[in-house]
């Protein structure tokens, strides 16, 4: 998603991912920056720094029923 500060000079893309697994999110953050084979990853990254990132988690109802019934949060 693109934002921009005139004032400031400053602009670029937030980089946004859904997925019930975070390996899902993991394997396309490698193949942005590291690449599928190595070394074709995105070249947006040539023109871009990172500044920031933050992981949220947003747990299913499952895990919300597994947790107030006292069982193992993840089915372990």
């Known amino acids: 998603m ?3 500060n005139m004032s400031t000079n400053e602009m670029g893309t937030y980089f946004i991912a859904y997925a019930s697994l975070f ?3 993991k394997k396309m953050l490698n193949n942005m920056f ?3 084979p190595a070394g074709n990853y995105d070249r947006l ?3 871009s720094v ?3 990132g933050t992981l949220f988690f ?3 109802v499952t895990f919300l ?3 107030a019934s006292g069982l ?3 089915g372990e």
Do not use: E, H, W, Y
Request: proline share 12%.
């Open 72 to 74: 193992p949060a993840f």
């Open 34 to 36: 590291i690449g599928v």
């Open 23 to 25: 390996s899902t999110v």
């Open 58 to 60: 947003v747990p299913s």
């Open 65 to 67: 029923d597994n947790i």
């Open 50 to 52: 990172a500044r920031t």
């Open 2 to 4: 693109p934002f921009g």
């Open 45 to 47: 990254l040539d023109f």
